[in-house]
């Protein structure tokens, strides 16, 4: 066919970097050894490696290499801080705070809490995609011991006021989490400077392999311990056991580096391409809406509804050489939308109706182009379709209609 | 998820959109589904009364590519029947001829449920019995 294949679901997973790739093959080749073998040169280079890849991630969060935990990824994280402190801290109390848009890594491991005899807040969010600050304020309890929320949100790239977060916490003396997955090294974070004691991250995210991620454990003032979820031979400061990904872990270091180096000029790049085809389709599409904060985002990240068009139908149209995500699952398992931006206080018809285009650091000015193009036909072919759309060009009130929900 | 060219046909040509006059007397009209299921379809037919067969069948579906593609090939499928035969068309053909993934299946239901509806409509503007109150007295 011959297509040019676009990809813009670099929140999903970003493609591996060469320069990544080309740092970890010596580990699967002339260094293959077990960073914990200490009684020969061959754990020494493995050992070797995983110190310079520690460091090198340590330096792009702006914190001490010891308070960098290696993880099989943002997931594995995510239930560690949260699990982990549940257990390590329950003489103190037994509530977690987070918020309704929240990664299901750490909605399920809240659940997993509320299991165990935890109780867990869930906090709303604004049409924005903020969380008030005077709403999570009242939820700390004497029995809080952690307030989890995320640094960026994966679907709508709305960032939330983590310094005003960080303030509350430390003013209350309870522990601060985020899942950074979606911000590290595609905006500057840093954890220590505005209080977060526990975050979550991944490479894949950021340039570098699958199946590697970090948790960041403050080490001082407060020195946070988390109760380790995976045992055995006591790696990872006993936080956690495995034998490390030494591959992974020097391509994850070689993606921060990179990632240090050019985070500032991707960003910029990508939010002029971003900002280009989310006005080329509002522009050019009437009944555009996007979703959540415009002011408080990441930069390659939009999240567009087009109303009276269901986003998986839309997808289809175009899907064949440009990847996107849709916050519509229609299945007969779920028919729910996405309860993101049903948090936000979209309505269904609109959660149903969106796309989320998030760009990378191969998405090139053809890709958004043909992008646009294509999007608009597609758009527009569906509401041809659409009896709502119909309905609604004819004035028909539609939330008038009794639909027979099935 | 990968789909059959049967499928991807019917919804990159859907047959048969459009819309017929639903306050004509020869028209039925079913509309199922609900925009917060995210999916909707409205099926009309237009019949002969003298002959009791379907000689115009549009739809407009708001859904995904498998309820599009179900309620294009029902428009196909009902064209030329009478309103009994019409009534016969079971989902399940559907599936097959689509080849349907299971997660999908609740398309074809919804195609059916909008002839059934279209039909029950035209019926009803003739004062006959409808499929309901047939369904009823069996």
Redesign the interface.
């Known amino acids: 066919m011959g297509q040019r294949l676009i990809y813009l679901d670099n929140n999903a997973t970003t493609p591996t970097d060469p320069r990544v790739v080309d740092a970890m093959i010596p580990y699967f080749y002339e260094n293959p050894g077990n960073a914990a073998s200490r009684n020969h040169p061959f754990g020494w280079a493995a050992e070797g490696a995983v110190d310079t890849a520690r460091k090198q991630i340590a330096d792009l969060i702006n914190v001490d290499e010891r308070e960098i935990i290696f993880t099989s990824g943002a997931t594995e994280s995510d239930n560690l801080a949260i699990k982990g402190v549940f257990e390590m801290y329950q003489r103190k109390g037994n509530h977690i705070i987070t918020a309704k848009t929240e990664h299901k890594a750490v909605l399920d491991a809240c659940g997993k809490v509320e299991k165990m005899g935890g109780s867990v807040t869930y906090l709303n969010v604004d049409r924005e995609g903020l969380i008030n600050l005077e709403e999570l304020e009242a939820a700390i309890t004497d029995k809080t011991v952690l307030v989890s929320i995320m640094w960026a949100n994966n679907e709508t790239g709305v960032i939330q006021d983590m310094k005003a977060i960080g303030e509350i916490c430390a003013k209350h003396g309870v522990l601060f989490m985020s899942d950074a997955t979606q911000a590290v090294g595609k905006i500057p974070v840093d954890p220590k400077e505005v209080g977060v004691h526990l975050m979550a991250f991944t490479s894949h995210k950021m340039y570098g392999p699958k199946g590697v991620g970090a948790l960041f454990v403050n080490r001082k003032n407060p020195r946070v311990k988390v109760t380790s979820q995976m045992d055995g031979g006591g790696h990872e400061r006993g936080m956690r056991s495995g034998t490390l990904n030494v591959p992974g872990i020097v391509g994850f270091g070689k993606a921060a580096e990179i990632a240090k180096a050019e985070m500032a000029s991707d960003a910029e790049r990508l939010s002029r391409l971003r900002d280009k085809l989310e006005s080329a389709l509002t522009g050019m599409l009437e009944e555009s809406y996007v979703n959540g904060s415009r002011e408080h985002r990441m930069p390659h990240v939009t999240n567009i509804s087009f109303k009276h068009v269901e986003g998986e139908g839309l997808m289809m149209t175009f899907n064949q050489n440009i990847a996107v995500s849709s916050g519509s699952a229609c299945t007969s398992a779920s028919l729910e939308p996405s309860y993101v931006l049903v948090a936000l206080g979209l309505g269904d018809d609109l959660a149903h109706s969106s796309l989320r285009f998030s760009l990378g650091r191969f998405t090139t000015e053809e890709d958004i182009d043909e992008t646009i193009a294509k999007v608009a036909e597609g758009v527009n072919h569906m509401r041809d379709l659409s009896p709502i759309w119909e309905m609604y060009k004819e004035g028909i009130d539609i939330d008038a209609i009794e639909w027979s929900a099935h | 998820m990968a789909y059959s060219e049967k499928l991807l046909d019917h919804?990159k040509n859907?047959r048969n959109?459009g819309?017929l006059d639903k306050n004509s007397e020869n028209v039925g009209t079913g509309?199922?589904?609900?925009?917060?299921?995210?999916?909707?379809?409205?099926l009309q037919i237009e019949v002969d009364p003298a002959t009791q067969k379907i000689t115009a069948a549009k739809f407009?579906?708001?859904?995904?590519?498998?309820?599009?593609a179900s309620s294009s090939l029902a428009t196909e499928w009902l064209k030329g029947k009478t309103v009994d035969e019409a009534l016969a068309i079971d989902n399940m053909a559907i599936v097959e001829e689509l080849a349907l993934p299971?997660?999908?299946?609740?398309c074809s239901?919804?195609a059916e449920?909008a002839i059934k509806g279209a039909i029950k409509d035209y019926q009803q503007k003739k004062g006959v019995q409808t499929v309901e109150s047939i369904a009823a007295s069996h």
């Open positions: 919804f859907p959109v819309t509309l199922v589904g609900a925009p917060e299921c995210g999916d909707v379809m409205r407009k579906t708001f859904g995904c590519g498998s309820a599009i299971p997660v999908k299946i609740h239901v919804l449920d």
